[in-house]
C-alpha cells in the first residue's frame, strides 16, 4: 500500500474501496435496464452521492479525502472492474472537480458547496464572444458523459479572450437546467454512461463561470490568485493530463474482470472430445493475456511517477503521457478481444458479462484521447523534436 498524502487512515480508505464495489454492484445488477435505457440508474447516482467518492480529487479545504492518484486509481478500477459505464462515471464526475478548483472563487464556492455532479466537454466547438463583464455562447455538443445525472456541465469554444487579445481555448460551466439535453446516445458499448447531446443557445455567462483553459494548462494554478494550495496534485501540472489519465483507469478495471471471466469459465468448460478446457492451450493464453496486463499495470506506474515527479523543465512530455494511456488501453483491447475468440460462442449471447465488458472496452479505446495510432505516432514525432497536437 502506497503512503497516504493526507490525514486519511488506511482504515478510511478501505471503506472508499468497500463503497466502490458497493457502487460498481449495484451497477452490475441493473445492467439490463442500464442496456436498455442507455443510462445508469438513479439507484447508481443516489448510492455514489452516499459514499465520499465524488469528493475526491476536490482540494482538502473543501471536506474530500483527496486521496493520492495510486489510490484513486485503485477506486475507479475496483467500480470498472463490476460495470466499466459505471466505472467511467465515477471517473468522470470525480476528475471534473479538478477544473472545478480552478475556477474564480466566487464561481468555485458556488459549484463545490452546491455539491452537484459535474459533466463537460472542452472540445472548443461553441462559438463565443465576451459581452459586458460575462460571455455569450451557442454550440451544440455530442458524446457529454453522465448529463442526464448533472447539475452543472462545462462546455468549450475557441475565442479571443479580453485579457490576452488572442484566440485560447476556454471552457464555460453551465447549470443544466439552462441547457437543452437531446438523448441521442444509442451506441455499441458503454451504454450506461448516457453521452449525450447538449445545445446551448445564445446563453449569457458570467465571468465566475469562465475558465480559460490554454492559459491554466500553462501556468498549473488558478488564475484569479485565490485558492493555490501547494499540496493539491493537480496544481503546478499541465491540466489535461492527469485529468485524462483516468481512462486507462477504467480500462484496467475491466480487463481484470474479463481475465477473472476467462478463468472461470476455462475451469469449467469441457471441449470436443471429452477435453478439459483448463487441460489445453488455455494455460498459455492466460499466462499470455496476464502478462498483457501485467504490463498494462507498469505503464500506469509509470504516468504515475512521471505526475508525481513533474517538473516543467523537463520539457514538453504530453505526446509520451498519450502514448503511454492509449498502450495501456490497446494491451486491455487485446486482452478483450483474444478473450472473446478463444472461449467462443457462449460468450457471444448478448448480456454475457464477457460480450459486455468486451463492447465497453472497444468503446474505451475509441475515445478521441485514446486513439492508438494518433497517440504513437505523435510520441514518435516528439522524440525527434517535431511538434504535435498532443494536448494531454
Not at 103 to 129: H, K, T
Request: proline share 3%.
Amino acid at each position: 500500500m502506497v503512503s497516504q498524502t493526507n490525514e486519511w487512515t488506511q482504515t478510511e480508505f478501505q471503506q472508499l474501496i468497500i463503497d466502490a464495489e458497493r457502487v460498481g454492484k449495484l451497477a452490475e445488477s441493473e445492467v439490463a435496464e442500464m442496456e436498455k435505457n442507455q443510462t445508469i440508474s438513479e439507484n447508481v447516482i443516489k448510492a455514489l452521492k452516499a459514499t465520499q467518492i465524488p469528493k475526491l480529487l476536490l482540494p482538502k479545504k473543501y471536506g474530500g479525502p483527496q486521496v493520492n492518484y495510486r489510490e484513486y486509481s485503485a477506486i475507479i478500477r475496483k467500480v470498472s472492474k463490476y460495470n466499466m459505464s459505471a466505472g467511467w462515471l465515477t471517473f468522470l464526475y470525480t476528475t471534473h472537480n479538478i477544473w472545478a478548483a480552478y475556477l474564480p472563487e466566487q464561481g468555485r464556492e458556488e459549484v463545490i458547496n452546491q455539491g452537484g455532479l459535474l459533466a463537460d466537454i472542452f472540445s472548443p466547438i461553441g462559438n463565443a464572444v465576451a459581452e459586458g463583464d460575462g460571455f455569450r455562447l451557442s454550440g451544440t455538443y455530442n458524446f457529454v458523459s453522465g448529463v442526464l445525472h448533472s447539475d452543472w456541465v462545462a462546455v468549450g469554444a475557441f475565442m479571443e479572450v479580453p485579457e490576452s487579445g488572442q484566440k485560447e481555448h476556454v471552457a464555460f460551466n453551465l447549470p443544466t437546467k439552462d441547457v437543452q439535453i437531446i438523448q441521442n446516445w444509442d451506441t455499441l458499448g458503454l451504454r450506461g454512461t448516457g453521452s449525450n447531446q447538449v445545445v446551448v443557445d445564445n446563453l449569457y455567462v458570467p465571468k465566475e463561470q469562465f475558465l480559460r483553459l490554454s492559459e491554466i494548462d500553462r501556468v498549473g494554478r488558478p488564475l484569479d490568485g485565490t485558492g493555490y494550495d501547494e499540496e493539491y496534485f493537480f496544481f503546478n501540472k499541465p491540466f489535461f493530463v492527469p485529468f485524462i489519465a483516468g481512462f486507462s483507469m477504467v480500462a484496467l478495471g475491466g480487463a481484470e474482470r474479463l481475465l477473472e471471466e476467462f478463468k472461470e469459465r476455462t475451469e469449467n468448460r469441457t471441449r470436443l472430445r471429452g477435453v478439459s478446457a483448463k487441460e489445453s492451450r488455455h494455460q498459455g493464453v492466460l499466462a499470455e493475456l496476464n502478462l498483457r496486463y501485467f504490463e498494462a499495470e507498469g505503464l500506469l506506474s509509470r504516468i504515475f511517477e512521471m505526475l508525481e515527479n513533474y517538473n516543467p523543465n523537463d520539457g514538453d512530455q504530453r505526446a509520451e503521457f498519450a502514448a503511454i494511456r492509449a498502450r495501456i488501453i490497446h494491451n486491455c483491447t487485446e486482452i478483450a478481444q483474444r478473450v472473446l475468440l478463444v472461449l467462443g460462442g457462449f460468450a457471444l449471447y448478448k448480456g454475457h458479462p464477457v460480450e459486455l465488458f468486451f463492447r465497453d472496452m472497444h468503446a474505451v479505446s475509441a475515445h478521441r484521447s485514446n486513439l492508438y495510432e494518433d497517440s504513437i505516432e505523435a510520441y514518435g514525432k516528439s522524440i525527434f523534436g517535431f511538434e504535435h497536437n498532443v494536448v494531454g
